[in-house]
């Protein structure tokens, strides 16, 4: 949707290694963001952009870090894995606003921290 | 009160019922509402936004009510292909964010 692709889809690793998870996007949209997904909580704003170099924290942004160095590249690491970390990550975009229009997701990364 | 709150269910209704979910919010403020559907292990999808005046998509009607602070979707007919987890979203009280409900899991059985 929305020509969103996240890569990779599926990444296994262990505690204390760094990640990083690509967001990709076609639709020249403003607004990046990256959110969690876990059991019992939903989905949780880690940290957004809103144009290039322009990011901020979100609900849950302790231990992760973003780049966007161009339009259609959003980047988040993890500089030092932990188990905690373990869930699914979504990246969505929107084309204008931050929050007074819908967002649209890519497929999701499952990373599982061993 | 959470920001979002939703009846997690689950719903479990035959094909062809009408069945509703109500979802209420914290911020008063709050402008821009919306219906997402997520399947099992796929990533959320805009189902429909909800507008002041209340708006209808086919077999799906979104309602808002900003006295009572609570949103609706209500589904006629109710297919096995509407099984899914519905998520309400509303956006937060600094205009800065969306904040997702935990969602509403709906069975539908022939």
């Known amino acids: 949707d929305a020509g969103i692709t996240q890569s990779p889809r599926h990444k296994v690793t262990e505690t204390g290694t760094p990640v990083t998870l690509r967001c990709h996007q076609t639709?020249?949209?403003?607004?990046m963001y990256w959110y969690r997904q876990d059991p019992g909580h939903g989905l949780r704003l880690i940290h957004y952009s809103y144009g290039v170099k322009d990011t901020d924290k979100g609900e849950v942004s302790d231990g992760y870090s973003v780049s966007r160095s161009k339009t259609e590249d959003f980047l988040l690491t993890l500089e030092s894995a932990t188990s905690s970390q373990t869930s699914v990550y979504f990246c969505?975009?929107?084309?204008?606003?931050?929050?007074?229009?819908?967002?649209?997701f890519g497929d999701g990364t499952r990373l599982s921290i061993l | 009160r959470k920001e979002v709150e939703q009846d997690p269910g689950p719903f479990n209704v035959p094909e062809g019922a009408t069945v509703a979910f109500n979802c209420t919010y914290s911020n008063s403020a709050s402008q821009s509402f919306f219906w997402y559907r997520q399947d099992c292990r796929k990533e959320p999808k805009l189902l429909m936004s909800v507008y002041s005046s209340g708006n209808e998509d086919g077999r799906f009607t979104a309602q808002l009510n900003r006295a009572s602070q609570y949103i609706s979707l209500l589904i006629r007919d109710s297919k096995l292909s509407d099984s899914a987890t519905y998520l309400c979203v509303v956006n937060n009280q600094a205009g800065t964010a969306l904040i997702f409900g935990k969602g509403t899991t709906l069975s539908v059985s022939s």
């Open positions: 639709e020249n949209h403003r607004y």
């Open positions: 969505a975009t929107s084309g204008q606003g931050y929050s007074n229009q819908p967002q649209h």
